[in-house]
T-cell receptor, first 110, second 114 residues
Framework: GQNIDQPTEMTATEGAIVQINCTYQ??????LFWYQQHAGEAPTFLSY????GLEEKGRFSSFLSRSKGYSYLLLKELQMKDSASYLC???????????FGQGTTLQVKP | DAMVIQNPRYQVTQFGKPVTLSCSQT?????MYWYQQKSSQAPKLLFH???????NEADTPDNFQSRRPNTSFCFLDIRSPGLGDAAMYLC?????????????FGQGTRLTVV
């Protein structure tokens, strides 16, 4: 089976850095996705990692350790608009069907 | 420009009255998915189409059906909505079914059952 865990809520200050962790157990590994979802809106793609290491994309970076079943999303220079839910997701087997974690609701405060 | 379009954004239906949600895409993707997302929960996959091939998830209730008349359109039919079916319904597409394929989501339809 597949299991994805991430913290339910986090709070951070505008301008700061925050790290959102995700641990996963999957039957077979075909990468890990991070999606951002604002309240009442659709998830939007942030990143996809399939190899170990850190991938940087502007203010957002994503890290993967396959041996540890662990990933994190790093958000730098936080802005108020970054307040959203961040979803960690893994493909179900070698398919495009996604199994999502519960999402981490990030609140950015002034 | 929106690439995956869901209509309507908000839908209210009566308990037990059949309702259809629609999704269209301009990406010409092979795969279309329907996810159900209840409040403060993760999206949960209901089923997907690869081209015309329908694939139901094992735990999707029989109350939920889907149709894909052509590449661009996919419908979610709820035959007899219950109060527990109130949720956001998300349509998504992907180019193919490979494990690393990015999924593109529509804005969702929020269904209320009264």
């Amino acid at each position: 089976g597949q299991n994805i865990d991430q913290p339910t809520e986090m709070t951070a200050t505008e301008g700061a850095i925050v790290q959102i962790n995700c641990t996963y157990q999957t039957s077979g590994f075909n990468g890990l996705f991070w999606y951002q979802q604002h309240a009442g809106e659709a998830p939007t793609f942030l990143s996809y990692n399939v190899l170990d290491g850190l991938e940087e994309k502007g203010r957002f970076s994503s890290f993967l350790s396959r041996s540890k079943g662990y990933s994190y999303l790093l958000l730098k220079e936080l802005q108020m608009k970054d307040s959203a839910s961040y979803l960690c997701a893994a493909p179900k087997g070698n398919t495009g069907k996604l199994i999502f974690g519960q999402g981490t609701t990030l609140q950015v405060k002034p | 420009d929106a690439m995956v379009i869901q209509n309507p954004r908000y839908q209210v239906t009566q308990f037990g009255k059949p309702v259809t949600l629609s999704c269209s895409q301009t990406l010409n993707h092979n795969v279309m998915y329907w996810y159900q997302q209840k409040s403060s929960q993760a999206p949960k996959l209901l089923f997907h189409y690869y081209d015309k091939d329908f694939n139901n998830e094992a735990d999707t209730p029989d109350n939920f059906q889907s149709r894909r008349p052509n590449t661009s359109f996919c419908f979610l039919d709820i035959r007899s909505p219950g109060l527990g079916d109130a949720a956001m319904y998300l349509c998504a597409t992907s180019r193919d079914l490979g494990g690393g394929t990015e999924a593109f989501f529509g804005q969702g339809t929020r269904l209320t059952v009264v």
